[in-house]
């Protein structure tokens, strides 16, 4: 039986999956790898750790299955990275990641060159840190140096893509995020690059996410284990592909995905872009397509950081028993009352981008009191990120599209607790489907298009996605409908403080 391959760059590990035609999972593995902090704000890694976390995953998904079964492989990953190559394709600098926050002052040139309105018209979102074209102009006029010997520009996934392929290649989902692209054409736009004064030679050519743009290279089959001349599709980016795995291939539903990041996401059957820049317009992974998205930077990301800074006894319990630590912390969080006693949280670890595009925000609990536990916090913070979620929801519904369902993926979804918080919150339906192994779920259905197991993604998300329950609105929506209002107040208040000590970490 034919299998495909689903490979996931994500932020901090690489992830392989192997699935049948029917959708089954046959295989999956996870290979973890680092994230460097130099600097407060900046995030970076090295790209050689993704190749052999790479090379990891794979030998493990092909433990029980051959690698001559496989008839494709699909390619997703974190968006927005810079990967600077030089002319013999070696990495000149490690990747400045989507969370890195350095580039506000390369962020304010590209609205000064290109001015705001034509910059959301054609990129589809404002510049803000998280997107490529700011760190390439980071790059230029910090390490000169590095600059005049780059000659190739990439994201995380397609370096990943040249080391098995030897190709130079992206898709237009993922290239949808450097902000030097012309969203509505599906082409790199020569007038961003004219006035950015990028060389439009260092960009890969562009594909739809279907597209066979190589295969597995001989030396990347002696490393990996995969049979040498297996197509290779262009891919998407993490969230694209994310939707295409959770069955989203065209307009009418939205979704909302808690990774380290949290995104509300839906797809449209027309370019539209928001003129005021909150929400933010990429091409979709579904060709003829485009989504409008809202993203929360530190959505499973603050679950972390409080499983790290305040849960040593349930790290310790889970390592003990064997039991995943965050299923520990959310029944921790679920021993707390419903708003957590006025605790309030902002999820804002590594500033924020909707609907507050603000590099400089931080988290803030606020509210704390001699009455409140761990467990408040714990609750707290769950709280404070669906909360997040929900003003990027409320932005989309603002926009005219339909809210009254939200299909839910990524780690975040498997909590009862976490998806009857976003019902209530939210107050809408919140629906599970069968898949949960999100994008690298749909890198291996658009390896399925490209190589003709599929007729289209819309036919691979109806004949693998489906439906498997959901949770309404309870009780407690309108307890959270007053905390919410409550937690609305909080930025507009604190937004000057966060500039001033942006101010002060940067002296």
């Not at 054409?185 to 990028?198: H, K, M, P, V, Y």
């Not at 939205?254 to 059957?269: K, L, R, Y």
């Not at 499983?307 to 959310?330: F, P, Q, S």
């Not at 989309?396 to 607790?417: D, F, I």
Request: net charge negative.
């Amino acid at each position: 039986m034919s299998l495909l391959l689903g490979i996931d760059v994500g932020t901090s590990g690489c992830k392989a999956i192997l699935i049948a035609p029917d959708g089954s999972v046959r295989a999956e593995a996870i290979s973890e790898y680092p994230m460097q902090v130099p600097r407060p704000g900046w995030a970076e890694q090295n790209p050689e750790d993704w190749w052999e976390a790479t090379i990891s995953s794979i030998e493990q998904v092909l433990a029980n299955s051959r690698g001559d079964s496989i008839a494709g492989v699909g390619l997703t990953g974190q968006m927005h990275g810079l990967v600077l190559l030089d002319e013999a394709g070696k990495v000149l600098r490690p990747c400045i990641m989507w969370n890195d926050q350095r580039t506000a002052a390369q962020c304010a040139e590209i609205e000064q060159k290109v001015g705001r309105a034509k910059l959301i018209e054609l990129a589809g979102k404002p510049a803000l840190t998280g997107f490529t074209a700011g760190k390439i102009l980071w790059v230029r006029e910090n390490e000169p140096d590095v600059y005049r010997r780059a000659r190739h520009v990439l994201l995380p996934k397609d370096y990943v893509r040249y080391r098995l392929t030897s190709a130079f290649a992206m898709d237009v989902a993922d290239g949808s995020g450097t902000l030097l692209m012309d969203v509505r054409r599906r082409a790199w736009s020569d007038e961003l690059l004219n006035l950015l004064d990028i060389p439009h030679e260092w960009l890969p050519a562009l594909h739809e996410s279907h597209d066979v743009v190589a295969e597995v290279s001989e030396g990347a089959a002696s490393a990996t284990g995969l049979r040498a001349g297996i197509p290779v599709v262009a891919g998407a980016g993490d969230q694209s592909a994310q939707s295409i795995g959770t069955g989203i291939a065209r307009e009418g539903v939205v979704s909302v995905t808690i990774g380290t990041s949290g995104v509300v996401f839906a797809a449209t059957n027309r370019y539209r872009f928001d003129s005021t820049g909150e929400l933010h317009a990429y091409c979709h992974a579904a060709p003829d397509t485009w989504h409008l998205m809202g993203v929360t930077l530190s959505a499973g990301g603050s679950l972390r950081w409080s499983r790290d800074a305040l849960c040593e006894k349930e790290k310790a319990e889970a390592e003990r028993t064997g039991r995943d630590v965050y299923d520990l912390i959310t029944e921790l969080a679920a021993t707390a009352p419903v708003g957590s006693d006025g605790l309030l949280f902002l999820p804002y670890l590594t500033g924020e981008r909707t609907p507050h595009a603000d590099p400089d925000a931080r988290g803030v609990f606020f509210g704390l009191s001699l009455r409140h536990t761990k467990a408040h916090m714990a609750r707290a913070v769950l709280e404070g990120v669906t909360f997040s979620l929900r003003e990027c929801l409320d932005l989309l519904c603002g926009l005219g599209q339909s809210c009254s369902r939200v299909r839910v993926s990524g780690g975040g979804s498997r909590s009862a607790l976490w998806r009857q918080m976003m019902a209530d919150v939210f107050g809408t339906e919140i629906v599970e489907v069968n898949v949960t192994q999100g994008a690298a779920y749909g890198a291996a259905l658009l390896a399925g298009v490209g190589t003709g197991v599929y007729l289209s993604a819309m036919e691979a998300c109806e004949r693998t996605v489906h439906e498997v329950g959901s949770t309404k609105p309870g009780p407690n929506a309108g307890e959270y409908a007053e905390s919410y209002e409550r937690y609305r107040t909080l930025y507009p208040v604190l937004a000057p403080e966060f500039k001033r000590a942006g101010q002060h970490r940067k002296m």
